[in-house]
């Protein structure tokens, strides 16, 4: 069984249908027509629909309307392999007899594709255009951090190794889909959130963000834009961040509590 080995990978912006495409030859144009008129037939051709539509089949390979190429849009991150095993269709199948919406939905359970479109461009091409979906952070998970996108969906075919420059989320369950809430609002302060490297879910309510330098900074269940733009404001006027500090607490409106960092002091031992 010979694979459809004619790929083309472009950006996911080339979607459209490149101008200048070959006109369909007069026979081709009597098969489609044929085509068409009997899958809206009915009467005596319903009792031998199946015999007739193989023959159909066959007949419109032989005119030229057999698979040649599979054109691949918006691939990315996705394997090659891995959109050949979900398309699974082979050289010279009949066009006519492809399923496309069992094809976009196999394309679909592809852990980086978030969307994909299927369709025939006759006489012999197939054209796949994905949309894949975006990291957006590492999930701390039992089996270690796993990249997810602004959804909370999991990309499994993905390496952490690879987006170690993403925030890190972790804590109660939600976290995951809740955590576009929180970076959004963490983002609208640029300077500051250069700084984040961890932010937690606490108690499925509010979040502590965990900066680089170790110091934790607890946001309110209430109101956590407001608190985080107070503490922009007073980094700006005393680099408060940058202190010798554990913690900064902005869950009490209009206070601001901190933390030492004062390190523990082990008794020794004795020898």
């Given at each position: 069984m010979?694979?459809?080995?004619?790929?083309?990978?472009?950006?996911?912006?080339?979607?459209?249908?490149?101008?200048?495409?070959?006109a369909?030859?007069?026979?081709?144009?009597?098969?489609?027509?044929?085509?068409?008129?009997?899958?809206?037939?009915?009467?005596?051709?319903?009792?031998?629909?199946?015999?007739i539509?193989?023959?159909?089949?066959?007949?419109?390979?032989?005119?030229?309307?057999?698979l040649?190429?599979?054109?691949?849009?918006?691939r990315?991150?996705?394997?090659?392999?891995?959109?050949?095993?979900?398309?699974?269709v082979?050289?010279?199948?009949?066009?006519?007899?492809?399923?496309?919406?069992?094809?976009?939905?196999?394309?679909?359970?592809?852990?980086?594709?978030e969307?994909?479109?299927?369709?025939r461009?006759?006489?012999?091409?197939l054209?796949?255009?994905?949309?894949?979906?975006?990291?957006?952070?590492?999930?701390?998970?039992?089996?270690g951090?796993q990249?997810?996108d602004?959804?909370?969906a999991?990309i499994?075919?993905?390496?952490?190794?690879?987006?170690?420059?993403?925030?890190?989320?972790?804590?109660?369950?939600?976290?995951?889909?809740?955590?576009?809430?929180?970076?959004?609002?963490?983002q609208?302060?640029?300077?500051?959130?250069?700084?984040?490297?961890a932010?937690?879910?606490?108690?499925?309510?509010?979040?502590?963000?965990?900066?680089?330098?170790?110091?934790?900074?607890k946001?309110?269940?209430?109101?956590?834009?407001?608190?985080?733009?107070?503490?922009?404001?007073?980094?700006?006027d005393?680099?408060?961040?940058a202190?010798?500090?554990?913690?900064?607490?902005?869950?009490?409106?209009?206070q601001?509590?901190?933390e030492p960092?004062?390190?523990?002091r082990?008794?020794?031992?004795k020898?």
């Amino acid at each position: 069984m010979r694979r459809v080995m004619f790929w083309k990978k472009a950006p996911a912006s080339d979607v459209s249908v490149r101008p200048g495409r070959r006109a369909l030859s007069l026979k081709q144009s009597v098969i489609l027509f044929a085509f068409v008129f009997i899958l809206s037939a009915s009467g005596a051709l319903y009792i031998k629909r199946d015999e007739i539509k193989s023959q159909f089949l066959a007949q419109s390979v032989t005119a030229g309307f057999g698979l040649q190429k599979v054109d691949v849009n918006g691939r990315n991150h996705t394997s090659a392999a891995a959109v050949i095993e979900a398309i699974s269709v082979t050289t010279n199948t009949a066009l006519f007899s492809l399923d496309l919406p069992t094809i976009r939905t196999n394309l679909t359970q592809l852990s980086w594709v978030e969307d994909a479109r299927v369709e025939r461009r006759f006489p012999n091409t197939l054209i796949v255009t994905l949309r894949e979906r975006v990291p957006m952070a590492l999930l701390q998970t039992d089996k270690g951090h796993q990249l997810i996108d602004a959804s909370g969906a999991l990309i499994t075919d993905a390496s952490a190794d690879n987006f170690t420059h993403l925030p890190v989320i972790s804590g109660a369950e939600g976290a995951a889909t809740k955590a576009t809430f929180i970076l959004d609002i963490l983002q609208t302060e640029p300077e500051l959130f250069t700084d984040v490297w961890a932010v937690h879910f606490v108690s499925g309510r509010r979040w502590d963000v965990h900066m680089r330098s170790g110091l934790v900074v607890k946001l309110p269940e209430r109101d956590p834009v407001l608190a985080w733009s107070r503490l922009s404001r007073l980094e700006t006027d005393t680099k408060i961040t940058a202190r010798d500090l554990a913690a900064i607490d902005l869950r009490i409106p209009d206070q601001l509590i901190v933390e030492p960092n004062i390190p523990v002091r082990g008794k020794g031992s004795k020898t």
